[in-house]
Every structure is written in C-alpha cells, then in structure tokens.
C-alpha cells in the first residue's frame, strides 16, 4: 500500500538523536560533513550500499511544521549568521560586508532556502576554455568531464526532487508574476520559458504532497511540498539504521594519519566542547565557503598551506553567478508574491553568442519577495520619497532575477581572516571577489532586455537592484585532470589526499549559467558509485 507523506515522515523522521550510533573510534565508518543536497544524498547513496556514515550538521534539527512564514524571523531562525568578511570591489562588500553569502544552517542545508529551479547545464559551459578562447584575467578550463558524464545523475537527480516538466511530471500553474514575465517574453520574441523545471510538487509526488502556492519557499516550506533533504534524503537515510546524524556538531578540523590518509575530524559540539570521530574516508560538503574554510584551517605537516593544497588552489576561482534584479511596476495590481516564488524561467539568452558582447549566457528568472526583503534589497540602504514610492507599488510590482555565467579568477578567493574569529575561536573566511568586465557587460545586457520585456506589457516605471547575497557559492575546490590545476579529480577525489572527497558545488571548474543544485546531485550520483566501486573492490 503507497504511503502518504505523514506516514514516512513520522516512520523515518526522529529529530535530534539521543545518543550516536557509532562509536567515535570506530575507523570503518564515512564521515560526511554537511546535510545540504550534496551530504545528504551522499550519505543515503552510502547507506543503500551498506556503508555506515557519520553524517555531521552545524546547525539544529528544524521540523518544518516550526517553520515561520515571516522573512526576518526565518532568516534568523534557519541562516547561517556565524561571522565573516568581504572584501573587494563588488558592492555585496559594501552593503553586506558580513554577510556576502546566504546559506542556511540547518538539517538539510541551503536547500531549505532555495526556491527550486532544477535546469542542467549545456554542452558549451562545461567546454568554457575551448568554446570562448582565452579571456583576459579569467583562469578558464574546461571540465574533465562531459555532458553525457552527468545525463544518467540528472535523471536520477530530477526524479529524486520530483522536478516538474521532466520524466513525465506535470508543470506548476501560471502566478500572476509568471503571466506578466511571460506575456512580455512573448512580446520581444522570447520563446523558450516555462514554469519550471521546478522541485516543488505540482501534484504528489514522492510522499510529499502537491503545494498550496503560499509564496513561502524561502522561508522554509511548512507544507513539505517543495523537495529539501530534510524531508526526503535525511528521513530515508535515518530509517536505514546506517547513517548516524550528529547536528550541532561544527567540523573545525580533517586529521591524517602518519600515512597521509585522511583519519578522523575534530568537531565542537554544541557546548564548544571538542571530540574526534575517525573515519575510512571523508567527504566534504559545507558549501564553498566553508568547505575551502574547513580545508585551509585543516593544515598540517606536509600540506602547510591548507589540506590538499599543494596546487594554491583551495578557495581560488570562487564564483557566485552574475546577478541583479529588476522591477517593474503596473497600474494594477500583480501580487507577485502569491504562488511560487520563482516558478518561472526565460532560457533563450542562456546561449554563447559573443555578438552580444560578452561570453556565455544568462537565464532570467522570476523572482518575488516578502516585503521585509523587497525593501531591504530593493535599495541597500535606501531613504527618501522615490525609494517609498517604490515600497508603495509593492503590490502592483513584478520582478525578474538575472541568473549567468560567472568567469573564474584566481583572486576571487576565499582565506582566513589574520584577525576576526567566531564563536569557536576559529579564523572567520574572507571572501574577496571583483566582478569580471564580462559579468558587468552581461549584466547591462540584461537590465536592457528586461527593460524591453516590461516596457512590452506596459511597465509604468522599471528600476533595477544590485546582487543578492550570493546564493550560489561555487569553485573553490576545482576539479581537474592534474594537480597543478585543481585541487580534486573528475570523481571529487582530492589530488593528494586519496580517501578525501569534495561533494559540493566547490568542485565546479566554471558556474555555467544554470541554478547548481541538481549539477551538484548529479555529481554526487556519479561521485557515490564511484566511492561504492572502490569501496568494494577493497581500494579506499
């Protein structure tokens, strides 16, 4: 008999566990750091082949009935607002120098954060090198894999979050915002937009049931419509009995053994109090910020510029796609925050065509926000009567967000601060970043279109908004198929340290244009078979 979503839930869920399951001296178990979308499906693809796994969160168990459908209250609640510094000449430095990046710090990660556009990345971004040639002040290189590497983890990927529009699913309804976005792609002879693909279920699916288009994914979804770790990877990885779930616990150090193989990690639990768990093999997945971070403060005799460092190449090339926003403001009424926030996508400019200008492509992307946020991000900073007219049309404004490629370049880095520490003691990350000329002039091409796009539907007052906090934090841990120019190889394996992986977006050579979480799924997949092979042919 199929089981309703409340069933699996109350069987496989169990909140904060009561004691570990595994013994901290145990050297036969995978230690995975991190719950977001690549931990927790690493760790589920290791207990289905019968791996024992240590699976660690810095953050708290959160049931998503506690979610809270308020902007300011969720961020505190579900982010990560431990400290760090920016640096650098993108303006996310100057209007949120301690927190460049929004991540979450929870039972299943970032996800719970994200709004759930699912598109793969095209043939031509995984060729970066070869198809745009070389670009000045960029550190360009193709990936060591090709599209037909990821086809098979797509799939499985699109079927794990229940992707609409894909493998047969249904499509989201058209929102007000949609139908304005559409219309207007329409009119200046867009053809290639949609509501999706999109991880938030049109109807059930996957024990999880349809939504109820409350506008609140970002906050969290209290409904457990929209796919998260927290309600389908986590709980599956519970019920195995194989996967031991410490939350609380902040992974400050990877410890190698004398014959320079990864052997343990040192973590704080929540009182500060410092233990070790040993290992078989690590995988890292804290995010690019803190997976660079975790790898720097982890140095040690013979890597003394950071674990897996010999290359220089821990925390360079950090990328956060090339982003902005634009409203767009009507007569009447739109309420573009009623419905999924961001189910809907305009793919024609995702293309490589330097006619335009600049290299690679972009997507645009419907976006809606609270109020809290709207006026927050809309003007950093923002005071006067234009910028309470714009608060005033909040009803009768639609917006899109620019979502493209963003170049690589070795001094967009992420280090250790010489003099901010947190809570633990711990050098707070730096992340320094310059936008590339290419960003700047892919960005103008798109506030010009959007312009156009809106103008179309009789748009009586379009403005445009800096960069978001960078949601999508890539390539501070590059895979490649040498040492010198990376730091992991094709399966995330790292170059000098055999039985340490990388699993996050980290590993990503260049951004591409598209949303990363289901790449970064895809790769896992592949990464996991190839763990699962080693493991039992008795190699790791």
């Known amino acids: 008999m199929k089981r309703n979503t409340d069933e699996l ?28 979308p690549a931990g927790a499906t690493l760790a ?9 796994v240590v699976l660690f969160e810095a953050g708290p168990w959160i049931d ?33 120098p301690g927190s460049p990046a929004w991540m979450g710090k929870l039972v299943g990660g970032t996800a719970n954060l994200w709004t759930g556009l699912t598109p793969r990345f095209k043939a031509h971004e995984l060729r970066a090198s070869e198809t745009y040639g070389r670009i000045p002040d960029s550190t360009l290189i193709d990936w060591p894999i090709g599209l037909n590497d990821l086809e098979n983890g797509y799939d499985q990927a699109e079927r794990a979050v229940g992707a609409t529009h894909r493998q047969g699913r249904p499509p989201l309804p058209a929102n007000n915002n949609y139908k304005v976005v559409a219309n207007g792609a329409a009119r200046i002879g867009y053809t290639h937009y949609a509501t999706g693909p999109y991880a938030v279920n049109a109807e059930p699916y996957d024990c999880r049931p349809a939504t109820i288009q409350d506008g609140f994914a970002s ?17 599956r990885a519970l019920a195995s009995g194989l996967v031991d779930l410490r939350t609380r616990c902040h992974v400050t150090r990877i410890t190698l053994g004398a014959n320079g193989r990864a052997d343990g990690v040192v973590f704080a639990d929540a009182d500060g109090i410092l233990h070790r768990q040993r290992a078989r093999f690590i995988s890292v997945a804290c995010n690019a910020i803190e997976t660079a971070r975790l790898l720097l403060l982890s140095s040690t005799a013979g890597h003394q510029n950071g674990l897996a460092n010999g290359s220089d190449q821990v925390g360079r090339n950090y990328m956060r796609h090339t982003s902005g926003v634009i409203y767009a403001e009507f007569e009447q009424p739109v309420h573009m925050y009623r419905g999924e926030p961001m189910a809907g996508l305009i793919a024609d400019e995702s293309r490589h065509d330097p006619s335009r200008g600049f ?24 005071w006067g009567v234009e910028f309470a007219s714009r608060m005033e049309a ?20 992420v280090t250790l601060s010489d003099s901010a520490t947190d809570a633990l003691g711990l050098p707070v990350p730096v992340v320094h970043y310059d936008d590339h000329s290419n960003d700047i002039a892919m960005r103008m091409h798109a506030y010009d279109r959007a312009e156009e796009l809106f103008s179309a539907v009789g748009a009586v007052r379009i403005t445009t908004a800096p960069p978001l906090p960078s949601g999508h934090n890539l390539g501070t841990a590059r895979m490649s198929l040498d040492a010198e120019s990376g730091v992991v190889d094709p399966y995330g394996r790292a170059h000098e340290v055999d039985n340490l992986f990388i699993s996050d977006g980290s590993v990503f050579p260049t951004s591409g244009a598209a949303n990363p979480t289901l790449t970064i799924m895809s790769l896992v997949y592949r990464q996991a078979a190839h763990i699962i092979g080693a493991l039992r042919s008795g190699e790791l």
């Open 44 to 52: 589920l693809e290791l207990a289905r082949a019968g791996q024992r």
């Open 394 to 413: 909040y009803t009768r404004t639609s917006a899109l967000w620019i979502c493209g490629e963003d170049l690589p370049q070795a001094t967009n880095r």
């Open 64 to 96: 998503p009935a506690s979610f809270i459908n308020d902007d300011r209250a969720a961020f505190e609640q579900m982010s990560w607002t431990d400290p760090r510094e920016a640096t650098g000449t993108w303006q996310l430095a100057r209007d949120f």
């Open 359 to 382: 290299v690679g492509g972009y997507y645009f992307e419907m976006i809606s926000q609270g109020l809290a946020s709207f006026s927050q991000f809309n003007e950093p900073g923002g």
């Open 9 to 36: 839930w109350n069987e496989a869920s169990r909140g904060e566990p009561e004691s570990p399951l595994f013994d901290s001296n145990d050297v036969d178990v995978a230690v995975v750091i991190g719950t977001g």
């Open 219 to 235: 906050q969290g979804d209290k409904q457990r419509s929209k796919w998260t770790p927290l309600v389908s990877e986590i709980p």
